[in-house]
């Protein structure tokens, strides 16, 4: 072989390895499939405008609980429903540097939301009514069952008109 060909093929070789370096390097850690999470600040704000409950994700790249949850929990097709009628979805990696507006104007990261919030690993799941007060918090793996059962709980608290705890990140 020439010493062009040499040097086509490592040329080659060298694009390969930077575009699977770059394709690992941008992997984000992502919500379950089939439901319709939104940022933060924006389910802040539409939970509020609309009245609903908030339902917030936090996960990351690589969180094998996390994904388990999402190809078991949240594959369930009744969770689904659940989810989807009853909350507005928000998703949050934990390990983003992507910024959000918090209500009062503040610029935070969403690693830093994690931080405020106590999140101290992933997955965790916080309820919040409406207006931001914590309903639920829970932590690690949640199957389908456990799913449902916190889906009830929180209605129920809607319902029966339970105060949750500020919510100030």
Do not use: W
Not at 84 to 97: A, G, P, Q, R
Not at 127 to 139: E, M, N, S, V
């Amino acid at each position: 072989m020439d010493f062009a060909g040499t040097r086509l093929r490592r040329l080659f070789a060298a694009i390969f390895a930077l575009t699977a370096l770059a394709a690992s390097a941008t992997a984000l850690a992502e919500p379950p499939a089939g439901y319709n999470f939104i940022r933060y600040d924006e389910g802040l704000r539409k939970g509020q405008a609309e009245n609903r409950p908030i339902f917030v994700y936090f996960g990351r790249y690589g969180c094998g609980f996390c994904d388990k949850t999402n190809k078991v929990g949240f594959a369930d097709p009744a969770v689904k429903t659940a989810y989807t009628d009853h909350y507005v979805l928000v998703y949050v990696n934990s390990e983003s540097m992507d910024r959000l507006t918090l209500p009062s104007g503040e610029r935070i990261t969403e690693m830093q939301l994690g931080e405020r919030l106590n999140t101290l690993g992933t997955p965790v799941f916080f309820f919040l009514h409406p207006d931001g007060r914590q309903i639920h918090k829970a932590y690690g793996y949640q199957g389908p069952e456990k799913l449902l059962d916190m889906d009830r709980l929180v209605q129920n608290s809607q319902h029966a008109g339970i105060n949750g705890q500020p919510q100030q990140p």
